[in-house]
């Protein structure tokens, strides 16, 4: 099957810096999503980003679909932003597949 | 409130006592869909469902079932749990598949002494 690979696996930046995660994927996708877990556990969708660049805020997101990787840019980061970053991949035949995540500490 | 429900949050429970963790969501979605999480290994899926009565097995299936008899309602049942199935569960929906927008329920917290 598919495999997602993210990196970094910990980044630890002070307040107000710029941050960019990376997605790499083995194969051919349908869709690509990014979520970001909470220091509480709650998951959030923050893009469905299959190819493109979409922005929100200080997020945005860039799929490059033909070279099978996704970025996820923060800028200007604030402790809130702490927690796990996912992505996951729908292969097109209805399984969603995670990445381990990139752990994010944003320190005050 | 649009919203993903499991019952309960948290569970404390014994090798081989059959448990039912209960999902429920009000957005009138086809898709949804189990996962566990456990450290350094991220979410992987247990079993997801595209409509009622069909069901389909995810990446890590074993030791679980699932039921899809209402539209709203995703069942995880564990017949007979054993200590490697304590883990984080979480459930999802989405509208029309694993491709769109999956929202999450807040997790579950299962313990198997």
């Known amino acids: 099957g598919i495999q997602v690979e993210q990196s970094p696996p910990d980044l630890i930046l002070q307040e107000g810096a710029n941050s960019t995660l990376r997605c790499n994927f083995s194969d051919s996708v349908n869709n690509l999503q990014w979520f970001h877990q909470n220091p509480w556990g709650q998951l959030i969708n923050l893009f469905y980003i299959p190819s493109g660049t979409k922005q929100n805020g200080r997020l945005s997101a860039t799929t490059v679909a033909t070279e099978r990787y996704s970025l996820l840019y923060i800028s200007s980061s604030q402790t809130t932003d702490s927690g796990v970053y996912f992505c996951?991949?729908?292969?097109?035949?209805?399984?969603?597949?995670f990445g381990k995540g990139t752990r994010l500490h944003i320190l005050p | 409130e649009a919203q993903v429900t499991q019952n309960p949050r948290y569970l404390i429970t014994v090798t081989g006592k059959k448990l039912t963790v209960t999902c429920s969501q009000n957005?009138?979605?086809?898709?949804m869909s189990w996962y566990r999480q456990d450290p350094g290994l991220g979410l992987r899926q247990i079993y997801y469902s595209m409509n009622v009565e069909v069901t389909d097995k995810g990446d890590v299936p074993e030791g679980y079932k699932v039921s899809r008899k209402e539209k709203r309602n995703f069942p995880l049942i564990l017949e007979s749990p054993s200590p490697n199935q304590t883990s984080l569960y979480f459930c999802a929906s989405s509208y029309g598949g694993a491709g769109e927008t999956q929202y999450f329920g807040p997790g579950t917290r299962l313990l198997v002494l």
């Open positions: 996951a991949v729908d292969e097109g035949d209805d399984k969603i597949i």
């Open positions: 957005m009138n979605h086809e898709y």
